[in-house]
């Protein structure tokens, strides 16, 4: 897809923001009979959520509070269970690799994460929630307008996600490439001019071209999809309980809102 979204970063904290107001309560729901003790949730009433924060437009804090299309999404999930929400950043490496949720951190994640056959080894995922592509994002007046071009330079991939696998797959072999733990240090490092380019998802690094000095000079269809994660025992309920409200958000029009809201096409 092609994603833009007009907003100010915010800087993450690692605190669980919940709640419109923000603060360290919890929003949604209140616990009813139906809450999600069949769900075998860590807090009965309240799902817990693990997301790498920031990664925008999907999960970044803004104005105090987590929010993002998957923070959302999920809100909407939660709430159509009689859940309240809480929200906590955890790292894309622990979350990935299926370890925070194994550890009971949290009951589910969402966090831009491709559903993908290493994953579901440790994961299972919800029906897809959003189509994504790769992307290579350099400076304006870079050289470099193929992936090709990066023999000799050094491209910069956010550790553990596929961006990172596509980049091992396909950059040149005089290509370096350094991976960094979140956006939040990769543009970064960009700016300084550390690397040479970004390769990462097609959203995100159009986030960084909106004041004009860097640009996307290729996007790669991978036949990425999103999902939302869960353990891969224990959470069936779970599992099935977020898939049926996904598909009602999706046949109701509440899925298409909070797309519009973070995207539009190009």
Do not use: W
Request: hydrophobic share 35%; net charge negative; glycine share 10%.
């Amino acid at each position: 897809m092609r994603a833009r979204v007009p907003f100010i970063l915010m800087a993450a904290t690692t605190l669980a923001l919940t709640g419109c107001g923000g603060g360290s309560g919890s929003e949604g729901g209140g616990q009813t009979s139906g809450s999600g003790s069949e769900m075998a949730l860590i807090q009965p009433g309240t799902l817990t959520v693990c997301s790498d924060i920031p990664y925008p437009p999907f999960e970044f804090e803004e104005g105090g509070e987590y929010t993002g299309f998957d923070i959302e999404i999920i809100r909407k999930i939660a709430s159509g269970l009689d859940l309240k929400v809480a929200i906590k950043d955890v790292g894309f490496e622990g979350l990935q690799s299926g370890a925070a949720l194994a550890a009971g951190t949290c009951d589910i994640g969402a966090s831009a994460m491709t559903i993908t056959k290493p994953r579901e080894e440790n994961l299972d995922f919800s029906k897809p929630y959003y189509d994504s592509l790769q992307s290579l994002l350099v400076p304006k007046d870079s050289d470099i307008k193929t992936i090709e071009d990066l023999a000799g330079k050094t491209v910069g991939v956010q550790q553990g996600t596929t961006g990172e696998n596509y980049a091992q797959e396909n950059v040149p072999d005089k290509a370096t490439i350094r991976s960094y733990p979140s956006d939040a240090e990769l543009f970064p490092a960009l700016k300084s001019g550390s690397i040479d380019a970004v390769l990462q998802d097609l959203p995100v690094n159009l986030r960084h071209t909106e004041q004009g000095a860097f640009t996307i000079v290729q996007e790669y269809d991978t036949n990425e999809q999103y999902g939302f994660a869960v353990k891969e025992e224990g959470s069936e309920a779970l599992l099935k309980a977020v898939n049926k409200e996904l598909a009602k958000i999706r046949e109701n029009g509440t899925y298409q809102k909070i797309y519009d809201k973070y995207f539009s096409e190009q």
